[in-house]
């Protein structure tokens, strides 16, 4: 986090860990023991799509404001929302 981060952000931090973490003990027990790999990336995908859906729409759309919100270049953001159908 930057030096910006305040209390407020650190819990709700902890609020998003609780969801992420609340989701995937729903996932695995419906999974009970069948076999799964990729966890990580479709857990990463989901994640990643949603925060780029929802950065871009607090941004109206503005893929440099975007960017910068996220701390990331502006062609690394293109690409994702490419690669995530995000217009």
Request: charged fraction near 25%; hydrophobic fraction near 40%; proline fraction near 0%.
């Amino acid at each position: 986090m930057s030096n910006k981060s305040t209390i407020k952000d650190l819990c709700e931090c902890e609020a998003l860990a609780d969801s992420v973490n609340t989701t995937l003990d729903v996932y695995f027990a419906k999974l009970g023991c069948e076999a799964s790999d990729n966890v990580y990336q479709m857990v990463m995908e989901k994640v990643e799509a949603a925060l780029l859906q929802r950065v871009m729409t607090h941004c109206e759309g503005n893929q440099s404001r975007a960017a910068q919100l996220l701390g990331m270049n502006r062609a690394t953001l293109r690409k994702k929302l490419r690669h995530y159908l995000i217009n």
